[in-house]
């Protein structure tokens, strides 16, 4: 399943991330986040942390690699693979035991896990609109049904 949907302003993403977040709930697996610098990531994955429930700053993890959000139970896992290299530099800073955790981890630049065949619950890619600076067009993809039927109810 495929969804797209537009977002008119940053408060507009984040309430899409929020809904997402919200359907995500209690559920577990790797989701993808890919887009341009500046496309609206982060301000997504604020939502998504609204939506699961998580009173967190959530903030892009470009340099820490790793943000955690949540309690132990409840945490959920943001990862920024940009500056990796390779696998092994991902396995150096627990990448099995992240997954191990059966939780939720958002991870951003993915091409690592992609080339590896992690395959993910959901991926969403952002888009700045080529006709207004501010608006952004973001694609939902997930070979979950049930979340492909919740997410295909949204409003786009």
């Known amino acids: 399943m495929e969804k797209f949907f537009k977002t008119t302003s ?7 991330g929020e809904a997402l977040g919200r359907t995500l709930a209690g559920r577990n697996g ?27 700053r959530v903030t892009s993890p470009t340099f820490a690699l ?27 800073i627990g990448f099995e035991d992240f997954l191990a955790d059966e939780t939720l ?29 501010v608006s952004r067009i973001i694609c939902f993809k997930t070979a979950d049904a049930s979340l492909a039927e919740r997410v295909a109810e949204f409003e786009s």
């Open 66 to 92: 790793v943000n955690a959000y949540g309690r132990d139970e409840e945490a959920v896992y943001h990862m920024d693979l940009y500056r990796l290299e390779d696998m092994d530099e991902l396995m150096e």
């Open 105 to 133: 981890i958002f991870v951003e630049w993915p091409d690592l896990l992609l080339n590896e065949g992690y395959a993910p619950l959901a991926a969403i890619d952002l888009r700045r609109d080529p006709a207004d600076a």
């Open 10 to 16: 940053p408060e507009a993403t984040a309430g899409l």
């Open 30 to 56: 790797l989701v993808y986040l890919t887009g341009d610098l500046g496309a609206g990531k982060t301000t997504l994955m604020q939502g998504i942390a609204s939506g699961l429930g998580l009173d967190a």
